[in-house]
């Protein structure tokens, strides 16, 4: 008897986003969370766990899309992302302060 179930197609995660910060873009993938690429480019952020735990690291998310690929435990506001463990879906633009 043979297997029946189809092959998984594999998840595309190079997809290429622009993050608008301020006058700022810097560009960023799906392979890895926001602030590791924020913090690539150089931009800093406050956190404390990186695990979704405490929400230091929250950014106003303007506009965009982001996904998690876990639920996070600290509480996301409407209107904001915790970039430690938010995976970039779109172009998006951010803001550190209101
Ligand atoms: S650094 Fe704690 S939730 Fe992101």
Redesign the pocket.
Known sequence: MTSTSNPKVPEKKDQVHRVLLGKKQILVTEDEPL?VQLERAGIHVE???????????SIKLLWGNVIYPFE?L?WVQSGYL????AIVKSDIEIAFFD
Do not use: D, M, N, V
């Not at 915790?82 to 463990?85: G, I, Q, S």
């Open positions: 602030l956190y404390q766990c990186r695990e979704g735990y405490c929400s230091s690291c996070p600290a915790l970039a430690c463990c």
